[in-house]
């Protein structure tokens, strides 16, 4: 069985451009996370989302936006690009969004911005 | 205020040499996650703990949950160069979950 995918593996962008990541879970997994890794730190909680509904939200700007598809995949989209969002993201799937689950993690997409 | 703490950053062994890994919180943990992430790769789910005092083995790890529910630890035994990584341990609050800043493993063979 096919594990977390995401796409594009890498992306280079420009200050003030958006940027879209996409992720398609395990079979079967309802329940979508985005996270953003800085080098060095741990991932950072930027979204969940279940059934096609936010259900968590960390500490980033509106800037930041997501949403789940009717088969589960999910897209990240970043507006106004800074320096600062220069990152790895991972998306990561779980069966459902109920109560604290194993987190089955993609490969992320490395954003870098110049 | 709702973040995990990890001890130590850094950590160089020899090759066979035990390992053990910190995860501390202020406030009390309903539930603790355990990720390894070797470089260049993502975060693989290792153990979740849930109940006070819990210990649990896979092999040569060991992890164990608090009695108070404030922290936990991941030991493991005899430390192989395949144990190389960072280890994050991570929580669940309010439907966020909160990763600690991890521990990079470093086995000298």
């Known amino acids: 069985d096919a594990g977390v995918t995401q796409s594009p593996t890498h992306l280079i962008k420009t200050r003030g451009q958006h940027v879209t990541l996409r992720c398609s879970p395990i079979?079967?997994?309802?329940?979508v996370s985005w996270y953003q890794q800085v080098l060095g730190q741990g991932p950072q909680f930027i979204f969940q989302?279940?059934?096609?509904?936010?259900?968590g939200r960390g500490n980033f700007p509106d800037r930041f936006s997501a949403r789940q598809f009717p088969n589960y995949s999910s897209e990240l989209n970043v507006n106004a690009l800074l320096l600062g969002d220069s990152a790895l993201y991972l998306c990561a799937s779980s069966p459902s969004g109920g109560g604290p689950q194993p987190q089955h993690f993609g490969d992320g997409t490395r954003l870098s911005i110049l | 205020g709702q973040q995990v703490m990890q001890i130590p950053q850094y950590q160089h062994v020899q090759e066979g040499e035990d390992f053990t890994t910190y995860c501390n919180s202020s406030t009390t943990l309903s539930n603790i996650q355990w990720y390894k992430q070797r470089p260049g790769g993502h975060p693989v789910f290792l153990i979740q703990l849930v109940k006070s005092g819990e210990v649990k083995k896979q092999k040569r790890l060991t992890f164990q949950f608090g009695e108070a529910k404030k922290n936990s630890s991941l030991h493991i035994t005899a430390t192989q160069t395949t144990d190389v990584g960072t280890y994050f341990c991570s929580k669940t609050s309010y439907d966020k979950v909160i990763f600690g800043p991890g521990t990079s493993l470093s086995v000298i063979p």
């Open positions: 989302y279940y059934e096609k509904e936010e259900r």
């Open positions: 079979s079967g997994h309802k329940s």
